[in-house]
């Protein structure tokens, strides 16, 4: 793994979420986000909620990466048999999350969840990132059906890439 390239992706994602949040205006914040259900502000929300999962996975993946491959894959299934409720909970989570977190808060966090990731990369030896668990394929576009844990710490960047193109910022009603 090249930690240096994972680095790079954190910082990128940091710089662009602090430009989005910066160029944001009240009627921004406010308005629908293109192919969601949310406003921007709670589709920015959403968008730090995915660094902020990383640090509860990384010691899920640890776990399951020693056990093996069954309980990982049992696991992901009944998590795909959910998806229904995670859907709705994945929803009301940006929604309620925004108003805990809204846009004068979110920079901040959004900094400390890097910062934390980022502490965390460094402390991860070649045989943790190598540890590998399903996850469930239904609830992201993003997870794949076994993922180590190097994949995991790229995955947050790929889902805020994604959802960045679905803001409306600056873009008239």
């Known amino acids: 793994m090249d930690r240096e390239v994972v ?3 954190l910082q990128q994602a940091r710089a662009t979420f602090h430009q989005l949040l910066d160029a944001a205006d009240a009627d921004d914040l406010r308005r629908r986000s293109s192919g969601t259900r949310w406003t921007n502000e709670q589709l920015l929300y959403h968008m730090l909620f995915g ?3 990383v640090l509860a996975l990384l010691p899920l993946v640890r776990l399951f990466g020693r056990l093996p491959p069954g309980a990982s894959r ?3 299934r009944l998590l795909n048999a959910s998806t229904r409720p995670f859907d709705v909970i994945n929803y ?5 999350g925004s108003r805990l977190y809204n846009h004068r808060r979110m920079g901040a ?4 969840t890097l910062a934390a990731l980022s502490r965390h990369l460094e402390a991860e030896t070649e045989a943790t990132l190598a540890r590998r668990m399903h996850f469930p394929v239904r609830w992201d ?6 993922m180590a844990l190097e994949d995991v710490y790229r995955y947050p960047t790929q889902h ?3 959802h960045r193109d679905q803001l409306t910022l600056g873009t008239p009603p």
């Open 7 to 9: 680095r790079a992706e």
């Open 74 to 76: 049992a696991w992901a």
């Open 51 to 53: 660094y902020i999962v």
């Open 109 to 112: 966090k959004f900094d400390r």
């Open 160 to 162: 805020f890439d994604f």
């Open 92 to 96: 009301l989570g940006a929604v309620g």
């Open 141 to 146: 576009p993003f997870f794949k059906d076994a």
